[in-house]
């Protein structure tokens, strides 16, 4: 899980002072130490590391803390401010030109996600602005790169301008910019091409393309899994191709977070965005501030109500309901929900998400393999129609059939019919308005 490991040390360094009315200079001292330490060990860069340390002191002397009330809470308050400013403040959005189209340049290196980052953001653009981009492949080096990005293109239905290989790369991009004039296309995304390592070749590449095309935004696709190197990744390209933007990738990962912490203080350009995972709708908009509060385990149930919004299928939810109130909730419409908590991704980060689950202990034991929900899934597949609508039939024969059928010991699946059954049970309550079935959820 992303953070997990500094989660841990920044929340036990600030524990230490937890229920103590006063806090010493040495008290405060050796918490310093331990963040430091802490966010040594997570790869973040040396000299963001001792910024982020002389600031948080000084604020700490500054305003008093350690006469104060409740020394930890403000500790915590300024740690997480701290982290926030580290990571650029505010949100900073897509720049976007006046007139159309505007052209997007995504650069990085081989493998750090680019590609599939240029089609998240089309899909992105055009799921939220109703935009019509155009998607250029000028990667001629990488064999499959070319296909890659038509396949994606296919997948979420945006276009690509192509020309094979055996093309220069600025001549690709300067057919592919006239065809979105002629076109009319709002956004442009231009694939250029990436290496294992930075090289001259590839910046002057690139240095033509950005002469000729004059983005509004270069993006630089860097993969947060690979810590410092990601930093200095970034340091490189910026240094070449002056950036405007950076979009982090698989921090669904188990990234330690010297990327994401480190980024914007050594390159002072912004992360836009982050990727947290190999579907298309897997990118998100970055907030400072939100990310602080997930590294802290303060959970970010903002993120988290977006990312319901997001992957909840309107019209299943209004089924949903229907079904509640006509108490026809079947395993058809079970399989559904297990379905759509499914796309939201694996169950770990979504419970990080919740403030206070972060670290909470009991979830340490809490089984959240994904297999888990395939078998409730091979189990439902296991019913035939009539016991998938009509759960009373389930006899106990009918059940030794379910649990050959699946794979799974007849216990389990008559835990997970006894499960179903409480669920719906307790759903015809609350639509019928009586919210006792709520209260029993939340175990009072
Ligand atoms: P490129 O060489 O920079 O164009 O990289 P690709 O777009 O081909 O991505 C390389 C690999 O990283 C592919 O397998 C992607 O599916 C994967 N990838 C990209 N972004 C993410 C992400 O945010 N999370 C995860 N888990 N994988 C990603």
Redesign the pocket.
Same mark, same amino acid.
């Given at each position: 899980m992303a953070f997990e490991g500094l989660t841990e040390r920044l929340q036990k360094a600030m524990r230490s002072l937890r229920g103590k009315g006063k806090v010493s200079e040495s008290d405060l001292r050796e918490t310093m130490r331990e963040i430091r330490l802490a966010l040594l060990e997570a790869d973040v860069n040396f000299t963001v590391v001792r910024k982020f340390v002389k600031n948080i002191r000084e604020r700490a002397k500054g305003a008093d803390v350690l006469e104060g009330l409740n020394p930890a809470q403000q500790i915590v308050k300024i740690v997480n401010e701290e982290l926030t400013k580290t990571m650029g403040e505010t949100d900073v959005p897509l720049n976007k030109s006046e007139k159309i189209p505007t052209i997007i340049m995504m650069a990085?290196?081989?493998?750090?996600?680019?590609? /599939?980052?240029?089609?998240?953001l089309a899909l992105k653009l055009k799921k939220e602005e109703n935009a019509r981009p155009l998607m250029i492949a000028a990667?001629i080096y990488?064999p499959a790169?070319i296909d890659?990005l038509e396949q994606v293109g296919k997948q979420i239905e945006v276009p690509v301008f192509q020309m094979g290989t055996d093309i220069e790369p600025l001549d690709i991009v300067k057919a592919g910019l006239a065809q979105a004039k002629e076109n009319h296309n709002d956004y442009v995304l231009i694939?250029t091409a990436?290496r294992l390592q930075i090289d001259e070749k590839l910046m002057d590449e690139l240095k033509d393309i950005k002469a000729y095309a004059k983005p509004d935004e270069i993006l630089l696709?860097v993969?947060a899994m690979t810590g410092q190197n990601a930093v200095e990744t970034a340091e490189g390209f910026n240094d070449a191709l002056d950036i405007t933007g950076v979009v982090l /990738?698989?921090?669904?990962?188990d990234t330690r977070g010297g990327a994401a912490l480190s980024i914007r203080d050594v390159t002072n350009k912004p992360i836009k965005f982050?990727?947290?995972?190999?579907k298309m709708t897997?990118?998100d908009v970055f907030h400072p501030d939100r990310m602080a509060s997930r590294i802290l385990g303060m959970g970010d149930i903002l993120s988290l109500i977006e990312k319901t919004q997001q992957d909840y299928d309107e019209k299943q939810a209004q089924k949903l309901t229907e079904k509640m109130r006509e108490n026809t909730f079947d395993f058809d419409d079970f399989l559904d929900q297990l379905q759509q908590i499914q796309k939201m991704g694996p169950l770990e980060d979504i419970i990080k998400m919740i403030p206070g689950m972060a670290n909470n202990p009991a979830l340490k034991n809490v089984n959240m393999d994904p297999k888990d929900l395939e078998h409730i899934k091979a189990i439902i597949y296991s019913m035939t129609n009539e016991e998938r609508t009509n759960p009373d039939v389930l006899n106990p024969s009918r059940r030794r059939r379910i649990s050959r059928g699946s794979g799974r010991p007849v216990q389990e699946v008559n835990r997970m019919i006894k499960q179903f059954n409480s669920m719906k049970k307790m759903m015809n309550k609350m639509s019928n308005g009586n919210m006792s079935g709520m209260e029993n959820m939340l175990g009072q």
């Open positions: 990085g290196l081989q493998g750090a996600g680019k590609t /599939t980052t240029a089609g998240k990667d990488r790169a890659q694939d990436g696709v993969d /990738t698989k921090l669904d990962g982050v990727g947290q995972g190999e897997a990118l």
